[in-house]
């Protein structure tokens, strides 16, 4: 049996995990939350320092408690990119001293495709087509020819990004995603935003202005309800092409705004009518974690791939068509 541990913290959110193939066994976190405004890289970084004693300290106890000791573990994973610089620099850095400490290979995995695998693993889902939403990327995605392929993706901000703008334009606390889930589920009339889709690309700059130009006009549950009506058709839309295209019967749904029930109600209107499957792992696998990393972490090692302590560089635009995927395709 093979045991990872994983460390994530690209963002706002700092975990760790130990993985196993059959399950996890343990998980801990310590979360970032800004006094206000977004979140500030070198505030997220100094959290991250500050707690990742603490949050690898649980975790092990936790596997301790399952009966495993530090001396099962075969590898330490984290994400390289793409994230905050700050942020997976100081996590990087723990990695590696972990790595070192335990005498154990060092795995730099791409966070991108940890929430992809993550989900395949929870949800059995074998070759979907991926929708990818989260605070900073937004893309579609598929796998083919040793590759995950981006057949689309925003030309501008990440959809979470676009609805986190509005929130603090409303004075809503970080993160805004949810309350702005809130308000749009009370609006019953809709707004005109711009609805851009570009080919397989989408953009979102212009619908936030648009919605705080609306929100002098129109009730505050209104203009949030038809924000999110306008950007989730774009996105159904640009995945429902991707599934034709490539003739899938799948669609998985992967990345922290995959949460919003709306959004899920959608895609699954969309994939029932193709006749289509659609998944999406529990909430606390949407959400950056350790799990996702340290599973991930687990498929490359199976695989023979490690990451020597020279080649750890920390990659901030780290896109997920940049890393061939040797655990797919066995037979390569």
């Avoid at 994973?77 to 154990?104: D, E, H, N, Y």
Wanted: net charge neutral.
């Amino acid at each position: 049996m093979t045991l990872i541990l994983g460390l994530e913290g690209t963002a706002w959110n700092l975990s760790a995990a130990l993985v196993s193939e059959e399950r996890v066994i343990h998980e801990a976190e310590s979360t970032y939350k800004p006094l206000y405004g977004g979140i500030h890289p070198r505030e997220a970084a100094q959290h991250h320092a500050s707690e990742l004693k603490n949050v690898v300290t649980q975790a092990l106890r936790g596997a301790k408690k399952e009966g495993f000791s530090l001396n099962d573990i075969d590898a330490v994973a984290f994400s390289q990119g793409p994230g905050m610089g700050p942020c997976i620099r100081t996590v990087a850095t723990a990695a590696r001293a972990l790595s070192i400490s335990l005498k154990t290979p060092l795995i730099g995995v791409n966070h991108c495709i940890a929430h992809i695998e993550i989900g395949r693993w929870q949800c059995g889902t074998k070759d979907p087509v991926v929708l990818y939403v989260s605070g900073a990327n937004s893309q579609v995605l598929a796998y083919r020819s040793g590759r995950y392929r981006i057949l689309g993706e925003t030309l501008d901000i990440g959809i979470g990004n676009a609805l986190d703008k509005f929130a603090r334009y409303l004075g809503l606390s970080h993160p805004g995603g949810p309350k702005i889930e809130e308000l749009a589920s009370k609006g019953t009339e809709y707004v005109y935003m711009p609805y851009v889709v570009k080919g397989m690309d989408l953009s979102f700059s212009g619908l936030t202005t648009s919605a705080k130009d609306a929100i002098n006009h129109h009730k505050t549950e209104d203009v949030c309800y038809s924000l999110q009506e306008t950007a989730f058709a774009m996105l159904t839309e640009v995945a429902e092409r991707a599934m034709a295209h490539l003739w899938k019967d799948e669609m998985l749904l992967a990345g922290g705004v995959g949460a919003n029930r709306r959004l899920q109600q959608m895609l699954q209107t969309m994939c029932h009518d193709r006749g289509a499957k659609f998944f999406v792992p529990e909430n606390k696998y949407l959400k950056d974690n350790g799990t996702m990393i340290a599973y991930l972490g687990l498929l490359m090692f199976n695989s023979g791939e490690t990451t020597p302590i020279e080649k750890s560089v920390v990659k901030p635009n780290y896109r997920p068509d940049e890393v061939e995927v040797t655990w797919r395709d066995k037979s390569k």
